[in-house]
């Protein structure tokens, strides 16, 4: 048997396979962030697809911190129903599910928030001036939003949750000297900037104790001039295992671009996969809990071969499961030929218009 299909686990949560789904926008909830049938029926043709672990889209922990239309939200206690019935149809399919909780910052749009952006300090990145600079008497109370959020996540039933600092999003941008210019205990030495992150920890782990399995996904770099390292990423690392997180997720990049994306367009040769395998090396070196890969990983054979060397301890994909939801099964009964996925990001059209992100048939692409 493959070393991808054997049994683990991440803080008592089993987990039937290493394939994990990363998270992404689905474009399926309401626009008050509530479940619909639509996005439930979404998760659970992943858990019937056999992926290992479901990480939701991100979630937004407070109404000021939604990146776009259509996004799910964990910011109301009235969403928890919903929540529940989602959760509860994924463990009926066999399946595990974790949420993301996320905040934009600076991607966060007035004109759906009713709110400026917040920001982690007054330059935003992209060249402008943000007056929301959060303060430090406000910082407790975002950390307690957090908190809130991973309450209604173990209510509903969620088997973890998953903090969201990767690609330009408000944690993310804590970390980033892009972003971050503090000259407070929050900005300077990586020290400070990963502080808010120990602090949710910290609190999560105080609020739901310890044995509830609190993951995080993160930049292993910016791939930006002056962002955030690869040094200084394994140096957060180390402190967020010290603080208690159960497992990373190395991604990397930022929205706004730069030398290398979040998601990668022309994954079409075995040589292009796994291009933050690097940094997941760099990793490794310097911490014990699981590692999760994801960036381009398209073919069985790059996939196991990440995890019998021992570089990652999971793989994450999320772009191949738009595209074929059952790529585990499939993988799984003996056909091992790559993802169909051709990596060209038209998936998202359809999330942008209000029918939720799928697959676009290549005669429409050709249209």
């Known amino acids: 048997m493959s070393c991808l299909f054997e049994t683990t686990t991440i803080n008592g949560l089993t987990l039937q396979n290493r394939f994990v789904r990363s998270a992404t926008w689905e474009g399926m909830a309401t626009p008050e962030g509530a479940v ?42 009235d969403h928890v129903d919903g929540l529940c019935q989602m959760v ?7 399946g ?14 007035a004109h ?16 402008k001036t943000p007056r929301n600079e959060i303060t430090a008497k406000d910082i407790p109370e975002l950390v307690d939003a957090y908190v809130q959020a991973a309450k209604r996540a173990k209510l509903a039933g969620f088997d973890g949750v998953e903090l969201h600092s990767a690609h330009g999003y408000l944690l993310s941008q804590f970390l980033s000297p892009i972003y971050n210019r503090r000259r407070d205990d929050y900005g300077g030495s990586i020290e400070n900037r990963v502080r808010i992150h ?65 998601s990668r367009p022309g994954i079409n040769t075995l040589e292009k996969e796994a291009y933050f395998r690097e ?23 790059v996939a196991e071969n990440l995890v019998h060397e021992g570089l990652v301890d999971y793989i994450s994909m999320s772009r191949p499961f738009i595209r074929e939801p059952s790529l585990v099964n499939r993988w799984k009964a003996g056909d091992r030929s ?30």
Request: include cysteine; charge should be neutral; hydrophobic fraction near 40%.
């Open 279 to 301: 940094d997941a090396r760099a990793f490794r070196q310097c911490i014990k809990i699981p590692l999760m890969l994801v960036g381009g990983i398209r073919s069985f054979e």
């Open 198 to 262: 120990l602090e949710i920890v910290q609190a999560i782990r105080q609020a739901l104790g310890s044995d509830y399995p609190v993951l995080i996904k993160m930049n292993g770099q910016d791939y930006a001039s002056g962002g955030l390292t690869l040094e200084d990423a394994s140096k957060a690392a180390v402190l967020l295992e010290k603080a208690g997180i159960d497992a990373i997720e190395l991604s990397g990049g930022l929205l706004t671009g730069g030398k290398l994306s979040p």
């Open 88 to 94: 509860s149809a994924v463990h009926e399919s066999g």
């Open 96 to 109: 595990k599910i974790v949420v993301q909780l996320a905040h934009a910052g600076t991607f966060a749009p």
């Open 36 to 77: 619909t049938p639509k996005l439930t029926d979404a998760m659970t043709t992943l858990a019937k697809g056999g992926v290992g672990l479901i990480i939701t889209g991100h979630a937004y922990v407070r109404k000021d911190g939604q990146a776009g239309p259509w996004q799910l939200g964990i910011h109301s206690d």
């Open 338 to 367: 790559r993802s169909s996925c051709l990596s060209d990001n038209l998936c998202f059209g359809p999330g942008r218009e209000g029918s939720g992100i799928h697959c676009v048939p290549l005669a429409r692409k050709n249209g």
């Open 112 to 127: 759906l928030t009713g709110e400026p952006a917040v920001v982690a300090s007054a330059y935003d990145g992209l060249g």
